[in-house]
């Protein structure tokens, strides 16, 4: 039998392959939004001058003033100030910030104190990065004058932004305005700055002209212009200080002096009458410097035995209530200074009642006497009021009392001669034999006092090697060599 064929397998069926998956269309792009246009730039406003008659001069050359700024809140991120501190004017910038800060319309403007024209640099460009006008404010005495002109180029060279104000104050920047300005300041402030300074600062913060108002002096073409002086200050109405910023310093409470000796710039700078702080005033500030925790209070005046009198006399009552005053004030564990540097005493105030009080109610055990010289006829000359017996007489009613006296002398003054220093010589070596001290100086003229155009003082060779053997003993001390080489031909700078 035939078998039957097998049937043969069905194939199995492909499988269907997958269908590709359709891609996904890239989605569109957004389209950049459009930048808005930039909004123009109010103009600015025109300078507003709140005197007609006091027209904008041209600038100097390279020193151009800083423009006119939009109105805003006064001292708000439009000024800064910017104190250069020496060593020798920085309680005169510590009043000026004391002011500042006390002014309604600066109190909020920042201050910078810089120890260095590198600090200046840096702050004024700190400033200027800021969006604020800087304004550097100065202050130096003539035997410093020549420093500083070289400070200020150094300054004006690294940083010759002509927005940066350089304003210069103090007696040599009174008396000698077109000096200091042809140096490189832009302004000077003439006479007592405690309200020049925060004016000025509130006329930029609303962008008037800083020259607008009184104590004031620049450049106008080939001379100098003045706004006039300003006003004597209040001292109650002022700090003494620059509470805000701690910045402290001796407690002024006598400015100006009547007695207007010819070689001194003090009568001339701040009138020759006396102007004293109240007990009230003087109360407040002496506490605030007790809450501080400082050690000393020193008191700054020309006449200590002078304060309460308004002729230059000594009023012992009035002495006794202040320095009663400033005791009570500080507490016993804080030690008092009158009668020592920053302030002198008269010889013919000198007494001993008066020692008595500066015994009982003060620390220092050494008092500055103004002698200035042994000779009565140049004594006359200089306008100090008193001969030189009163002098000595001084000295030993001193050193009786238990103080050292450091008494004051000028040599190389005008119109000295040999019978004028014979009897100078005299007089020291009597002091230097009691126990007194000679405090030497050489004369030099400061500008704005009678005296201001003589020849600088030479100190001749018997009188300088008397000072070099009280020196070598302890008996003598003082910067007369320094004097005597430093200021030649300065007061005639700019003249």
């Avoid at 404010?137 to 180029?153: G, I, M, N």
């Avoid at 050494?366 to 000359?381: A, E, N, P």
């Amino acid at each position: 039998m035939k078998r039957p064929r097998p049937r043969p397998r069905p194939r199995p069926r492909p499988r269907p392959r997958p269908r590709p998956r359709p891609r996904p269309r890239p989605r569109p792009r957004p389209r950049p939004r459009p930048r808005p246009r930039p909004r123009p730039r109010p103009r600015p406003r025109p300078r507003h001058d709140p005197d007609p008659d006091l027209p904008r001069p041209p600038s100097p050359p390279g020193r151009p003033l800083p423009p006119g700024r939009p109105r805003g809140n006064l001292g708000l991120a439009v000024t800064t100030l910017v104190l250069h501190y020496r060593r020798t004017a920085r309680h005169a910038l510590n009043v000026l910030l004391g002011a500042v800060e006390a002014h309604p319309a600066t109190a909020e403007i920042p201050a910078v104190v810089a120890t260095s024209p590198e600090a200046v640099i840096d702050a004024a460009a700190a400033a200027l990065a800021s969006g604020r006008c800087p304004v550097v404010a100065w202050s130096f005495y003539t035997a410093s004058f020549d420093e500083v002109a070289a400070e200020l180029a150094r300054v004006r060279a690294a940083l010759p932004d002509g927005r940066v104000l350089h304003v210069a104050g103090g007696p040599h920047a009174s008396a000698e305005p077109a000096a200091t300005l042809g140096a490189g300041f832009d302004l000077v402030a003439v006479g007592e700055g405690e309200e020049t300074l925060p004016a000025l600062l509130a006329r930029l913060s609303v962008g008037d002209d800083p020259r607008a108002g009184p104590g004031l002096a620049w450049l106008d073409g080939g001379g100098v212009r003045t706004s006039g002086r300003a006003a004597p200050v209040d001292l109650d109405a002022l700090p003494p200080f620059a509470p805000r910023a701690a910045r402290i310093g001796p407690l002024e409470v006598t400015r100006g002096c009547a007695w207007a000796c010819r070689f001194c710039q003090t009568p001339f700078l701040f009138r020759a009458r006396f102007r004293h702080r109240s007990l009230e005033s003087i109360r407040r500030w002496a506490r605030h410097l007790a809450a501080l925790e400082t050690r000393d209070l020193r008191v700054l005046t020309p006449s200590a035995l002078s304060w309460g009198s308004p002729d230059g006399g000594c009023d012992l009552a009035a002495i006794e209530a202040l320095l009663a005053t400033l005791r009570e004030a500080i507490g016993p564990d804080r030690r008092l200074f009158v009668g020592s540097f920053p302030s002198e005493l008269r010889p013919e105030h000198v007494s001993a009642e008066a020692l008595a009080l500066l015994r009982r109610y003060c620390d220092n055990r050494t008092l500055v006497i103004g002698g200035q010289s042994g000779s009565d006829r140049l004594l006359v000359s200089m306008r100090r009021g008193h001969d030189a017996e009163s002098v000595t007489r001084a000295a030993r009613l001193a050193l009786e009392a238990g103080f050292t006296p450091s008494v004051d002398f000028i040599f190389g003054l005008p119109g000295e001669t040999e019978d004028d220093r014979i009897a100078t010589r005299g007089q020291m070596q009597g002091l230097a034999a009691m126990g007194a001290r000679v405090h030497a100086h050489a004369f030099m003229p400061l500008p704005g006092t009678p005296w201001g155009g003589a020849a600088p003082g030479r100190i001749d060779g018997t009188t300088r090697a008397l000072l070099g053997r009280l020196a070598a003993s302890g008996a003598a001390h003082g910067q007369w060599r320094r004097q005597e080489r430093g200021p030649l031909g300065m007061t005639r700078k700019g003249a």
